[in-house]
């Protein structure tokens, strides 16, 4: 379905991935994974033709429909949720409004008829008068809920518009169906059905970037490994691709260790005996097949862990937190709550449930940032609050560097150590002086996570800290939270990170609130 010839990829001097062949099968589902900046969106828009590569070529079969998102939604703001879904496929949506604006005609004879038939037959061909159905369907699966089908698109927040984006691209029935992080912006039942869509429904050639390591599980039939400036790949699943790389990695460190030793030897013989002229001649052929010994290529790993530590100057009370009958009230219809909840020092609570059904609002009167309308809120003694934002590009000034703004927010550090805990988050120093304005999303969140651990807090309250975050820095900031003596709050859709992390977990759906 798709063939690459010794594709190369460069920035600059910077060479993302080099002499890259593969023929990628629509028999297959294929996972794309890496670091961050490793280069997978980058290898996305090669396969969409939305960049050319360096070196090499990709052949595309010519009558492929190819499946890409493209970041263009405001250009269908003015159409409702169904219609922007309809018109992926443009054929059909061209028919349709061709037949309405048939009808709207104020004149009406037989050529108006004769036109009208033929343009129902197409419509027909193009499997229109199933068309709001299946689109209303997607929707449905997405999370999207039914009353808001006929509202105008730009009614919605960026996070729904990019459900309703997600759904035109599966509508369009794509052959070749090209997908990076769809989870981003999907709550976990809506995540379940993506998976199921695209392991049961589809059956094109399937390619997704994702850090969802349950979803990658779920979905992957091959996984295309995006390191050491290759692209390899590993036929089977994820959990299967770990153990093989890992095993790799197990093989070549042994066999480079079996190396060393044996030129350790080689060495110590020489430094031994270069000297005796009984041994002199031995010693220079010992000089020589050093020389000539190859050593395993270890290589140099994209990936890296950032080292994360949350710790508290003291200790909260036993009981930091405790709510009573608390709610808030949008209009007659939208309750959120009641909810009645004690914390413990030392919980680690989930807070789950799908997008819009109040977590971020009980969360924020929990924490005191929204005043409920009815019930209350205890703080208990000696809590200190530190806090990561689902969005927080406000939190950051646009004229301000990373050092800058560390500094602006913890002054009291000495720059030392602003800088070794910025090298701790991944930052180079060379990167420690670039604009926030030029930072990416995981480098933004690493960041705000590098402010709170100088906070020293004994509550961490936290939204959606891994939306941006790559699996390494998923599983540096799980660990971390395990460690953590204190209490944590937090939303997530990452159901990998729920359970690494989650003592207790409570479900919210507005007035049904539950601890599972």
Known sequence: MLQLDQISLHFGDRILFDDVSLNLSNKYRYIIVGANGSGKSSFLTLLAGERTPTLGEIQRPKSAIMGWMRQDHHKYDHLSLVEVVIKGREPLWEAM?????????????????????????????????????????????????????????????????MRVLLAQLLFTHPDILLLDEPTNYLDIKSIAWLESYLTQSFRGLL????????????????????????IQNYPGTYKQFLQKKHEIAEQKAKEYAQVETKAKHIRRFIERFKNKPSKARQAMSREKMLEKMKWPELGRSSRKHP?????????????????????????????????TLEVIRGDRIAFIGANGGGKTTLVHMLIQQLTPDDGTVKIGHNVKMAIFYQEHKHLFQQNETVLQWLEDQIPALAEEKRRQILGAMLFRPEDI???????????MARLLLAKIMLIKANVLVLDEPTNHLDIESKEALANSLRNFAGTILFVSHDRDF??????????IHRDEITEI
């Open 207 to 230: 390619l997704v970037v994702s850090h969802d390591e349950r979803f990658l599980q779920n979905v992957g039939t091959c996984v295309l490994d995006v390191d050491y400036g290759q």
């Open 307 to 339: 080292s994360f530590s949350f710790k508290s100057e003291r200790p909260s009370g036993q009981i930091p937190l405790k709510a009573t009958n608390l709610c808030k009230i949008y209009d007659p219809d939208i309750l959120i709550g009641p909810l």
């Open 433 to 443: 002086n670039k604009k926030i304005t030029m930072l990416s999303g995981g480098e």
């Open 97 to 161: 409004q061709a037949k309405k604006a048939l009808l709207d005609s104020p004149e009406w004879g037989d050529a108006e008829t004769m036109r009208l038939s033929k343009i129902e037959e197409r419509i027909a061909r193009l499997d229109g008068y199933r068309a709001e159905a299946d689109a209303e369907s997607l929707l449905i699966g997405l999370g999207i809920e039914v009353q808001k089908f006929k509202d105008p698109l730009k009614q919605l927040s960026g996070g729904w518009k």
């Open 498 to 507: 729920i359970d690494r992390v989650a003592t207790r977990k409570i479900s």
